[in-house]
């Protein structure tokens, strides 16, 4: 993973199997984000290969990256939803791209997930009018309204109310009881790691490569990377040769500065029309 001569990740390398939880952590700026980009289609990585099902998605042709990308669900870190259309809408645009619904099962579909959300009645209100832990449910009823096998998340619960965030969780469990689907998710949200995922990376943004594979319950307990252990364990960090220490708040997962405003869905969705 590169951005220009800036080597952001490399050596990354893991396999997620259907039906998992798989969590990518790590802290802010270590390229959690840009790894979700690379394996939804929106950014070809520099080096190496993300494959579906044995197919190589950034070696297919336009015609099969379609049919892959038609199997993602993805929520972006700021929802990305489109403000000059109402939340039904915005649920409705996964399903129109699928093309195998009409206009009144759609809307019926549309409502359908927002129930499971909470948001039936929000239905008819623009994203503006809501919080932001129900934009979140929004996009989160967007990304599995045509219950895609393979769903992402990025940092689904950040910035929520405990009870909302552990509200997206148990919803995040149910989605992948009812549909089988696998989910990789970014997450920062200890509580949340802990409770959904099943198996994880950890990225290293200093040594610029994974330090930790496995899931974060089993990490917690048995990692001994010392950056691993303060981000699941809350330890005290380790310290950086020649700089003073720093203490743990500073460096708690909670505490981390507000990541990067997510693309535009237009820019973001390369299957999304313009509206
Ligand atoms: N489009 C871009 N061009 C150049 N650098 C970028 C771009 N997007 C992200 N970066 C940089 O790549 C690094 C990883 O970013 P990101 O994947 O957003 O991290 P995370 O999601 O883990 O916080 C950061 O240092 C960020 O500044
Ligand atoms: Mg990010």
Redesign the pocket.
């Known amino acids: 993973m590169r951005?220009?001569e800036?080597l952001?990740q490399t050596g990354v390398s893991f396999k997620v199997e259907p039906g998992t939880i798989f969590a990518i952590m790590?802290?802010?700026?270590?390229?959690?984000?840009?790894?979700l980009?690379h394996l939804v289609g929106l950014l070809p990585p520099a080096k190496g290969c993300v494959a579906y099902h044995g197919v190589d998605y950034w070696a297919a042709d336009e015609a099969t990256q379609s049919e892959l990308r038609s199997g993602f669900g993805m929520l972006f870190?700021s929802a990305a939803l489109w403000s000059s259309m109402t939340i039904l809408e915005n649920v409705c645009l996964p399903l129109e791209r699928q093309g195998k619904l009409d206009q009144a099962q759609r809307e019926a579909r549309a409502r359908e997930v927002l129930e499971w959300v909470d948001l039936a009645k929000f239905a008819d209100f623009y994203p503006a009018d809501l919080s932001g832990g129900m934009k979140k449910r929004a996009g989160l009823a967007r990304a599995i309204a045509t219950e895609p096998p393979l769903l992402f998340l990025?940092e689904p619960s950040a910035g929520l109310d405990p009870i909302s965030s552990k509200r997206l969780d148990n919803l995040v469990l149910d989605i992948r009881k009812r549909t089988g689907a696998a989910v990789v998710f970014?997450s920062h949200e200890l509580p949340s790691l802990f409770a959904i995922a099943d198996d994880g990376i950890f990225?290293d943004?200093d040594s610029k490569t994974p330090i930790a594979h496995g899931s974060p319950s089993t990490l917690r307990d048995t990692a001994t990377h010392p950056t691993v252990r303060a981000f699941l364990a809350r330890e005290e960090p380790p310290a950086a040769p020649g700089s003073p220490p720093v203490s743990a708040a500073d460096s708690a997962p909670g505490s981390?500065p507000a990541?990067?405003a997510d693309p535009v869905p237009s820019a973001a969705m390369p299957q999304t029309a313009s509206p």
């Open positions: 951005f220009g800036r952001i790590g802290g802010s700026g270590c390229g959690k984000s840009t790894l980009k870190q990025d970014v990225l943004a981390a990541p990067a």
